[in-house]
């Protein structure tokens, strides 16, 4: 049977082309795979190569024709031996008819069948209750967060053959901010492994261990450098999944502390939550007590999803309870109400708990209870805590130390203003790092971040109290 | 444009194209072909049949594009074929293949169903990511095949994690990581050498020089064309291949991956191979003239090359090739059929698939 050959499409979005010459004559004998004619665009050119074996019976739109519209038949090919003439009076259309007739119209598209951000929460929201995290009576001990942190890693290392650390400095220096103290000893060197300095390609070999099933955590000496690694981060972690439909998971932790330290300067202060929080396919931790940073990394390390997890240097060194025994977790994706209170809610995470809870302590000297929520985890964020406290304060500032726009604090606002509008007695008020990069001298890196006489401040503000 | 009478006489030396700067001209093909192993005639047939797979499928692709079935961005394989299918003649089941955005071939040369490669490229649910990942993303555990990856480069750090995983389990496997001559000017590349050699990882580097990145030549982006030299400062081996002839490719793939597998580190091979397509399927062609692409298809045409030993050597008639030819275009039609025919995935797919529940503690 004779075929037609039609005009090809360049691009999904190519309506016609010029057929700029043919290659093949009429007559001529043709192979699959042969070249037949070029054909072009203002923005490239292509060669329509043969499909299948025969002779090219007729030349239906000439060399130089401008305008040629796609899927228009230009040639016939009759097969090997058939009547040529015959042929060229008319071919059979090639092959399956163009997607473009198949696919419904965008209007006719259903619409995003996942429900908004807003209406994930219920009209009466309820708040998660943490205290069963601690069960009642449970022996504690106090230690500082950089133990708790350890400790997470040497247990589950210990529960798990897969897991393992790499990062530098991490083994023999016993960790840059010694989080990783005395896991070499305990552990050996093939599963604490000290990297070179090349967090582009550490980041790399640690997605692709994981992509096997092993479970890395990879420590960052700080975030800043693992903007160097963000590529794997985003690109190879986060998104595999789902360009795999589901088959290729990757069960990774980074880690590392995260925002301003104390004196060191722009390109070792910055705070990444609101970056990685705004990429589906992670998960993003950020706690500030040692009980929550423990339970939180044994339940990133146990996750079979990319989980970032973000430490804080400077609270590294400060001491909490934390229950005694190696079964501790705290699930992530919950808020914990840390300080119950009816006026205003304050939310914050990781260090800028530290202006929450300070704020809340000097608004109760002038009469005002704020209850004050530890987000913990930012993504995925546990709104409906927030939610439910607004619906009882009416009122909520929300606190952190990265920059504005864009920011964390933004996505709490809008998440309010969304599930919870009717509620508010005043607009959401946030307090967040200045939006310059840190400066060094020690007056201005105060001023740039947030401090407790603003979040008093704001929340006096949105209750209307001077 | 002139159509030269001449085909490729097999056995004979690889010779760079008349247009390609003297400097690119495969100078350890010459060493490599002094001592080209010769293949059984069984060898021949299963690198016949497996290639043509790759450039029936290709040339299927290449048409399915055209008429706005397949979407976006699509890299054909096709010039290349004997690189993918000389290293897996070389591997063993449960040895890694991660390439970049190039990867059909790499796919149908692991054993992935046409369908499912092809039903990926129209977008269709029974694709092997279920239309969520395209031409560029596809995977499948089973056949230990780690992506189709779009970002230049990426899949060498991950490919060094792969030999990172091989290694930390003392399995046994080797990871083959597939790049092209652009992506080895990526820094990463260079890390995951450092490492890998550091840690002894089993990964075997195949940069497959096809002598353009895009429009870039390869004497345009690099300092170092000799792509086997590029693990020097790390102390890791490395050899200029004829990437065109599938014997020379098996046999210096036997050699890397016997090094990698024996515990001695990573080992590169520069495939000097041609891409005969444009880049992507919208593609200028003004980098190169149409004379070297011809002259590459007419005198170092992978498949013809078997083609050429079977129908000397071992007698293959036309009978026997007209046979294998229809047995590769019937899957290759099926593949077609299927990935034309089969549904868009579902819209509820559209929130699967982002993060997998944790099991329960
Ligand atoms: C990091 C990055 N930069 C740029 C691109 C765009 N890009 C896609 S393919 C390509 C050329 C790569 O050429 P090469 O590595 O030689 O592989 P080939 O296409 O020849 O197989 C470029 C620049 C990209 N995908 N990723
Ligand atoms: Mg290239």
């Known amino acids: ?466 | 444009m002139a159509i030269a009478a001449r085909k490729t006489k097999a056995g004979a030396p690889a010779k760079a194209a008349g247009k390609a700067p003297a400097k690119s001209a495969p100078k350890g093909a010459a060493k490599a072909l002094s001592n080209v192993p010769t293949f059984t005639k069984e060898e021949e047939l299963h690198a016949y049949r497996e290639m043509l797979l790759i450039r029936r499928f290709e040339e299927k692709a290449g048409q399915m594009y055209g008429m706005g079935l397949i979407g976006g961005f699509c890299h054909l394989y096709i010039g290349q074929e004997a690189v993918v299918i000389g290293m897996q003649m070389a591997s063993k089941d449960g040895d890694q293949v991660i390439t970049g955005y190039r990867d059909h071939g790499h796919m149908l040369a692991c054993g992935m169903e046409s369908r499912g490669v092809m039903a990926e490229l129209t977008g269709r649910r029974g694709g092997y990511s279920h239309g969520k990942g395209g031409s560029m993303h596809m995977f499948s555990r089973e056949k230990n095949f780690y992506g189709g990856h779009g970002i230049v480069g990426a899949q060498v750090s991950l490919g060094a994690g792969l030999g990172f995983a091989n290694w930390y389990r003392q399995d046994g496997r080797v990871s083959m990581a597939y790049f092209g001559d652009g992506a080895a000017n990526q820094g990463q590349v260079y890390e995951s050498f450092n490492m890998a050699q550091l840690w002894k990882l089993p990964v075997v580097f195949v940069i497959e020089n096809n002598r353009y990145a895009m429009g870039t030549s390869v004497n345009r982006a690099s300092a170092q064309t000799d792509f086997s030299k590029r693990g020097v400062s790390f102390g890791i081996p490395g050899e200029q291949v004829d990437g065109m002839d599938v014997r020379a490719v098996r046999e210096a793939a036997s050699r890397a991956i016997e090094h990698a597998r024996s515990g001695k580190g990573p080992y590169i091979l520069e495939m000097q191979t041609y891409r005969y397509r444009g880049h992507s399927m919208s593609d200028p062609a003004k980098y190169r003239s149409k004379d070297e692409v011809q002259r590459m298809r007419e005198e170092h045409d992978p498949i013809e090359q078997v083609r050429g030993r079977l129908t000397r050597e071992h007698k293959l008639g036309e009978d026997e090739f007209k046979a294998i030819d229809a047995k590769v275009r019937e899957i290759v039609n099926d593949a077609a059929e299927f990935a034309t025919h089969d549904p868009e995935p579902d819209a509820s797919e559209l929130y699967t698939d982002i993060l997998l529940e944790p099991a329960q503690a």
């Open chain 1, 1 to 466: 049977m004779p075929i037609d050959i039609l005009m090809p499409a360049l691009s999904p979005t190519m309506e016609q082309g010029k057929l700029a010459k043919w290659l093949k004559a009429e007559g001529d004998k043709i192979k699959a795979g042969d070249i037949i004619a070029e054909i072009e665009t203002d923005k490239a050119t292509m060669e329509v190569e043969a499909v299948d074996e025969g002779v090219l019976a007729k030349i239906l739109i000439a060399d130089g024709t401008e305008n040629v519209a796609v899927n228009t038949p230009i040639a016939v090919i009759a097969a090997d031996g058939e009547d040529v003439s015959a042929a060229a009076s008319g071919g059979a259309k090639a092959a399956p008819a163009p997607q473009a007739a198949e696919v419904p119209p965008p209007a006719e598209m259903p619409a995003s069948p996942a429900p908004a951000a807003a209406a994930s929460v219920p009209a009466q929201a309820k708040s998660y209750d943490a205290s069963s995290e601690f069960p009642a009576g449970a022996e504690v001990v106090s230690m500082t967060v950089r133990e708790a942190l350890r400790d997470a890693m040497a247990e589950e290392m210990r529960r798990d053959a897969d897991v393992f650390v790499m990062g530098e400095e991490v083994a023999e220096y016993q960790g840059a901010y010694k989080v990783t103290q005395g896991l070499l000893q305990e552990f050996g060197a093939r599963r604490v492994i000290d990297t070179p300095i090349t967090e582009h390609g550490f980041a790399g070999i640690g997605v692709g261990a994981a992509l096997t099933g092993l479970r890395p955590i990879v420590e960052f000496m700080t975030f800043n450098f693992a903007m160097q690694a963000i590529d794997h981060i985003i690109n190879s972690a986060a998104k595999t999944l789902y360009m795999s439909g589901g088959q290729m998971g990757c069960p990774i932790v980074f880690r590392g502390p995260n925002g301003a330290a104390a004196r060191v300067g722009a390109q070792h202060s910055h705070d990444y939550a609101a970056w990685y929080s705004n990429v589906p396919g992670l998960k993003v931790v950020m706690p500030y007590s040692a009980s929550d940073a423990k339970g939180l990394l044994k339940s990133a390390i146990r996750d079979p999803n990319p989980v970032i997890f973000l430490e804080n240097e400077i609270l590294y060194g400060r001491s909490f309870d934390v229950p005694k025994g190696d079964d501790f977790l705290i699930p992530i994706g919950k808020a914990k109400v840390v300080r119950p209170g009816s006026d205003v809610t304050i939310v914050s995470f990781g260090i800028g708990m530290t202006y929450a809870l300070g704020a809340a302590e000097a608004l109760a000297k002038e009469g005002i209870e704020a209850e004050v929520i530890d987000l913990r985890t930012i993504r995925p964020m546990d709104i409906e805590t927030v939610i439910a406290s607004v619906q009882k304060t009416n009122r909520c500032v929300a606190v952190e130390e990265g920059f504005p726009q864009s920011g964390v604090t933004a996505e709490i606002g809008m998440k309010i203003m969304e599930a919870a509008f009717d509620y508010l007695d005043a607009p959401v008020a946030r307090v967040t790092g200045k939006d310059v990069p840190m400066p060094y001298a020690a007056n201005l890196e105060k001023l740039a971040l947030p401090n407790i006489g603003e979040v008093v401040a704001a929340a006096k503000a949105v209750c209307y109290r001077a």
